[in-house]
């Protein structure tokens, strides 16, 4: 399909989809077998070759917006990271690993790798510099993640970039919290580009998945790799993803001005001790993160006063949901302390940050008035 100039709106909305010859309906059509020819075709389809015509749909919509050649869907954010880590990392190889990443990839990192012959290291901070200390002879990937979680911490991409090119080493990104609508990394230099897709891209809390999206070539090593580990995502949810970024960029941009218009309610508010927004000012990588980012995404977090029952208090809201996930169009808030950083201590969570009276608030596309509201008759 000739979608190259397309902007991001038209992308969404009709990258990748099938057209329904046989019925010339609107939509891609689901395609639901697990068993294709094998004679005289070019291409063997079957759903752990992630090549059935629904997972090429939506992969090829995930290819367009993150200005990729090839991006595949998998079943969880967990097995795109997975597959993606493996493809490239085998015994006696090293990583170097961002201080600050998700919960569930610092474990696969800790409990797997050594078990496999893996060596990890992870950095000091978020600065590019001690990325480069880290490196090794045997370093074969450098693996980022930004804006972070909880504290939407910023990594300069493009200077992890080049530590990493002047070093002949492969970058891989958690892009999760921005989305493709607000940051692509392959055009600051990254390789590879991860999603969970249970997030942002599915949006509406009703979908597992994962994205990986590079060139022709490094898709070709994890594809090999993919059809061992079976990490594939099923044609009705290659569909239900394809459907729901059709609205992405609208929904990103709602997000993005709710965000913003919620940090800087809280930042003004008299109960609330600190506000992290890579979109306010006061944010110490708000320059990074505006040169970056397209826009500064709908993940916020920020502390109480001490005085604040944060139970009580989550308790208490009759709109925004205390809940696990986050990027759902359904405002949530959560506890780090309580989820994520559990099992530190609260010396330790303080040192870092994640205190017991901060909360990481997904900021919904609802009414930013009914949003406020909700916090001040909670309060
Ligand atoms: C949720 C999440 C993941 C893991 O994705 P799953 O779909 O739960 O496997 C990875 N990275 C980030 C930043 C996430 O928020």
């Known amino acids: 399909m000739k979608n190259n100039n397309w902007g991001r709106y038209t992308q969404c909305t009709h990258s990748g989809e099938i ?71 085998s015994a006696g190889d090293h990583v170097v690993v961002q201080n600050e990443i998700y919960g569930g990839t610092f474990n696969l990192i800790v409990e797997e790798f050594e078990k496999m012959g893996i060596d990890y290291s992870f950095t000091k901070s978020l600065a590019p510099a001690d990325f480069e200390k880290e490196i090794r002879k045997t370093t074969k ?122 940090a800087e309610f809280l930042l003004a508010h008299p109960s609330v001790a600190k506000v992290y927004y890579p979109g306010l000012p006061s944010h110490p990588n708000h320059a990074l993160a505006k040169a970056q980012m397209h826009g500064f995404g709908g993940m916020l977090s920020f502390e109480f006063n001490a005085e604040v029952d944060v139970i009580k208090f989550q308790n208490k809201l009759a709109l925004i949901k205390p809940s696990m996930s986050l990027a759902g169009v359904e405002s949530t808030m959560l506890l780090p302390s309580k989820t994520s950083h559990s099992l530190l201590t609260a010396e330790q969570r303080t040192a870092i940050g994640v205190t017991d009276n901060l909360l990481r608030f997904s900021v919904g596309i609802e009414d930013v008035k009914d949003l406020q509201h909700d916090i001040e008759q909670a309060l």
């Open 19 to 89: 057209k329904d010859t046989q019925f010339g309906g609107a939509v891609s059509p689901i395609y639901m077998a697990t068993s294709y020819p094998y004679m005289e075709v070019e291409t063997k389809r079957y759903p752990r070759y992630f090549n059935t015509p629904n997972q090429e749909a939506v992969g090829k919509k995930i290819a367009a917006l993150e200005h990729a050649e090839i991006a595949m869907p998998f079943a969880s954010g967990m097995a795109a990271i997975s597959t993606a880590l493996f493809a490239f990392l």
């Open 141 to 262: 990937l450098i693996y980022l993640e930004t804006p972070s979680n909880p504290l939407l911490s910023i990594t300069d991409i493009k200077g992890v970039v080049d530590v990493a090119k002047r070093h002949h080493i492969l970058t891989a990104i958690d892009n999760t919290f921005a989305s493709p609508i607000n940051q692509t990394p392959i055009d600051l230099g990254v390789d590879i580009v991860i999603h969970s897709a249970t997030k942002y891209l599915g949006g509406h809390s009703d979908i597992s998945a994962g994205t990986v999206a590079s060139t022709a070539e490094i898709m070709e090593k994890i594809w090999h790799k993919s059809k061992n580990l079976g990490g594939n995502l099923s044609d009705f949810m290659c569909y239900l993803l394809e459907r729901s970024i059709k609205t992405l960029g609208v929904r990103v941009d709602r997000h993005n001005q709710n965000a913003q218009a919620m």
